[in-house]
């Protein structure tokens, strides 16, 4: 019988830059549009349903001398394959719970301390590229872009023994589901969203603005929000401890966020290229950019983390170095990747104008992120 | 539409809806048509690019009520 892998452990080999050979079993398509990434991973996709009557064929396209992990959608198939593939007298695994548990995974990591003493978690959604935040000061905690598996952030705050104080939203997310309004309802802390990005929802929050400050923790831990609209038109940054910069989904490591994803890419992108070349520009370049995305896996440091100085992305991000300002608009509303999927019921969602179950919620946001322009 | 055999995979996950298909179908002869009900969502792109892979037509498919028929002439 073949073994099982878990996604925490694949998590792993991509953090330690490992080799693994995968062999995907889910039909093209979807390898095509979505698929795990490490940096040194091999694949070959061959559907489930083309090895039923074995898998001798293809046998000798799967190196000898390479861990092995058998991937499909959901396992079931993925069992069968590493099963046939072991009585074939090759060792293989399965990825537990599949592209679905992969897409669900987050990884903390922890990004570094506080001048008090706290200290700043990233949570790693591996196998979407979405990145949320958690601040933790002296018994108190706060959120930033929690996506919908609450319990991970509610149990690492128990764990913490932080109370779980304010939760934010940077912007309204087309790509993946919020989980603040819940984490908020759970713990009664306090739903922060940018007001021009909520006209249209059906529930109460806190009017997220521009120099609004939020303290975590009794020796006064400071968010400070900077209004950056681009992404969309709410769209607004954190500045954390006078150290880090959180900056959603507008400036991301080797990439700049997009502008259309509500309809409005013509108008917006004056407004990205006015937040990334000015706001942006009088902030410290010694803060540390911790963006809500990362979309390839070279953008992770070695500790699996995503993060960056400010003034090294001023240095070295394309999409913060075009002088030309109908170019930039040329970038950012021409030749875009395709829109997420389900982005607009994704949206409906975080509005909370429809409720999906938990398994439509799932299959609304399978597949990648696509926030980003390069 | 004449239907030679129905193959009743409800509560089935993958892969156990394209394993019985392919029994099923071997079952029958070429020109005639297997209809497959299912409630595993992922069997719509798979047995889609299963009968591409493999020759046989699918007709059509529909869903009701949560169950997914399919209608494939074998090949």
Request: net charge negative.
């Amino acid at each position: 019988m073949a073994n099982a892998m878990t996604a925490k452990e694949v998590t792993k080999k991509v953090f330690n830059n490992e080799e693994l050979f995968v062999l995907d079993v889910r039909n093209e398509s979807d390898f095509n549009d979505w698929k795990i990434e490490g940096k040194d991973f091999e694949y070959l996709n061959v559907p489930y349903f083309d090895l039923l009557d074995g898998v001798e064929p293809i046998l000798d396209k799967i190196p000898a001398d390479k861990e092995l992990l058998v991937v499909c959608a959901k396992e079931g198939s993925s069992v069968m394959v590493a099963d046939m593939l072991e009585e074939a007298g090759r060792e293989a695994s399965y990825l537990q719970g599949g592209m679905k548990t992969w897409s669900e995974h987050l990884e903390p990591v922890k990004v570094g301390d506080l001048k008090d003493g706290g200290e700043m978690y990233q949570f790693v959604r591996i196998g979407k590229g979405c990145l949320s935040y958690m601040i933790i000061s002296n018994g108190e905690a706060a959120i930033v872009d929690a996506t919908r598996m609450t319990e991970v952030f509610t149990d690492f705050a128990a764990d913490k023994n932080a109370d779980i104080k304010h939760v934010f939203d940077t912007h309204l997310h087309a790509d993946h589901i919020s989980g603040g309004r819940k984490i908020a309802e759970k713990t009664g802390a306090s739903y922060w969203l940018p007001p021009k990005d909520a006209e249209e929802v059906t529930f109460e929050y806190k009017r997220l603005e521009d120099g609004n400050e939020v303290l975590i923790g009794s020796t006064k831990i400071s968010i400070q929000a900077v209004y950056s609209p681009g992404h969309t038109i709410g769209s607004t940054s954190f500045v954390v401890d006078d150290q880090y910069l959180l900056s959603g989904d507008i400036l991301f490591i080797d990439s700049i966020g997009r502008p259309d994803l509500a309809g409005k890419a013509g108008d917006w992108a004056g407004d990205l290229r006015e937040t990334l070349y000015k706001r942006y520009k009088e902030l410290s370049s010694e803060l540390v950019v911790l963006p809500a995305h990362f979309m390839i896996i070279d953008e992770l440091n070695e500790d699996g983390s995503v993060s960056e100085k400010l003034g090294t992305l001023f240095a070295e991000n394309h999409g913060l170095n075009i002088e030309d300002e109908v170019g930039f608009r040329k970038l950012v509303s021409e030749n875009l990747p395709p829109q997420p999927n389900s982005y607009q019921e994704i949206r409906e969602t975080n509005m909370g104008k429809i409720s999906p179950d938990e398994e439509k919620q799932r299959e609304m946001e399978i597949g990648p992120n696509r926030c980003a322009v390069r | 539409m004449n239907v030679t055999k129905v193959l009743d995979a409800k509560g089935l996950a993958c892969p156990m809806p394209i394993v019985k298909t392919k029994k099923a179908i071997a079952e029958i002869e070429s020109g005639q048509v297997l209809e497959i009900h299912t409630t595993d969502k992922g069997a719509v792109k798979d047995l889609t690019a299963w009968t591409e892979s493999t020759g046989h037509e699918l007709l059509k498919h529909e869903d009701d009520n949560g169950v997914l028929k399919f209608w494939v002439k074998k090949g």
